[in-house]
């Protein structure tokens, strides 16, 4: 997985664990560190992710020794849980991205379908505010409970596959998940490889419930270009027909 795709597989992965947060406090904020392996190298990755009901806005700035693309170093989700739609925003250029989860699947089988994050995300938008039923599915079980932020957690592990290659490999990766149950909120996550190595890890640094935002927030600014990516596929669709 390289630096590219692991910044990807990143974010689909903290969304899809904190898809449950919505049948939390209404309004909350949290602001945690991960860190990504992507071949090797590590990645720290500061997360700002902000919900005010069915909304919610996630700021990603990125700190490795790798050199990354311009402006890839910081990346702004915006995300509508009641309409299924997402939108990534490009601050230098001042551009947008939409997508609606039938697009993400698409692209999920185009690329293989191997994209274990991009599972998770599907099963657990699928029905949000039953993660603890999702993981029990995925053949979940409880294996202890520990106190994170003041908030009792379950721990929750299974096993989940992980691309090892661009050509379809995959291996399974042992994932652990501290739920704080009062919360419905994931304060924990690791992935490790079947050789124990870490690739991934989160842990939210803090959880501020009851948050008053402006609605500005969780809204694209007026200026920006938004392309819509499920038209977009459908334009070269019909392209390709043509030919």
Same mark, same amino acid.
């Given at each position: 997985m390289n630096v590219k795709k692991g910044i990807i597989a990143f974010?689909?992965?903290?969304?899809?664990?904190?898809?449950?947060?919505?049948?939390?406090?209404?309004?909350? +904020?949290?602001?945690? +560190?991960?860190?990504?392996?992507?071949? *090797?190298?590590l990645m720290t990755i500061n997360t700002k992710m902000s919900v005010d009901d069915k909304k919610s806005r996630m700021e990603n700035q990125i700190i490795t020794t790798e050199k990354l693309p311009a402006g890839m170093d910081k990346s702004v989700l915006i995300m509508d849980n009641t309409k299924k739609i997402m939108y990534t925003l490009m601050p230098q250029q001042k551009m947008a991205m939409k997508l609606d989860m039938d697009t993400m699947?698409?692209?999920?089988?185009?690329?293989?379908?191997?994209?274990?994050?991009?599972?998770?995300?599907?099963?657990?938008?699928?029905?949000?505010?039953?993660?603890? +039923?999702?993981?029990?599915?995925?053949?979940?079980?409880?294996? *202890?409970?520990?106190?994170?932020? *003041?908030?009792m957690c379950d721990?929750?592990?299974?096993?989940?596959?992980?691309p090892t290659d661009n050509k379809g490999g995959k291996e399974k990766a042992n994932v652990k998940v501290w739920l704080a149950s009062k919360l419905s909120v994931p304060l924990k996550m690791e992935v490790l490889s079947q050789k124990k190595v870490n690739l991934m890890t989160m842990k939210v640094k803090s959880f501020k419930p009851d948050v008053k935002f402006a609605a500005s927030m969780f809204e694209v600014p007026s200026d920006y270009k938004v392309t819509d990516m499920q038209k977009m596929m459908e334009q070269m669709k019909n392209t390709k027909s043509f030919k």
């Open positions: 974010s689909a992965f903290f969304i899809a664990v904190m898809q449950p947060a919505f049948s939390a406090p209404k309004s909350f +904020e949290i602001l945690a +560190e991960s860190s990504v392996n992507a071949n *090797g190298k699947k698409k692209m999920q089988g185009a690329s293989g379908g191997n994209n274990s994050s991009m599972n998770l995300s599907n099963d657990f938008m699928s029905n949000p505010d039953q993660l603890k +039923e999702q993981v029990k599915k995925m053949g979940g079980k409880m294996v *202890g409970a520990e106190s994170i932020l *003041g908030y721990i929750w592990a299974f096993q989940q596959d992980m």
